[in-house]
């Protein structure tokens, strides 16, 4: 997950970079996206434009144990809680800023990207199709579709 920040003053525009922990040599402490949201609530107000590449995870664990999990005979069930889409609640304060986001999708590509686009008041989403004979993940060379509002 990279997250990239445009502040711009005229004289001279920062670029600042969020990532998840240990991903890139310089980023900060981010290992949830509870963490992620807290952090992009700091700057989002001096933000011009931000670039949102993915989702850390869509959910996670209802429970957290910060010890081990020991083993039992019986099976255990794992409870998850949708986390916030950081995206979708920027995109209703946005304002002025301009908003970038990215859709992989398996199937019906342009008209999923689209809906997310509107749904989460973008201005651009970067539409991938991810298949079987397509991944872009860790790839640097991807194909897509650059999708604006219009």
Known sequence: MYMVFFFNDTATT???TLSLHDALPICFDI???I???KEINKRFAWCDCLIMSAAISDYRPKRYISGKLKKKKSQISLK???NPDILEILGRRKRDKILVGFALETDK???NAKSKLKRKNLDLII???KSSNMNPFGKNKITGYIINKQ
């Open 109 to 111: 590509l342009i008209q």
């Open 127 to 129: 539409a991938n199709r």
């Open 31 to 33: 290992i949830t996206a």
């Open 14 to 16: 920062e670029i600042y």
């Open 80 to 82: 998850l809680v949708r």
């Open 35 to 37: 963490d992620m949201q």
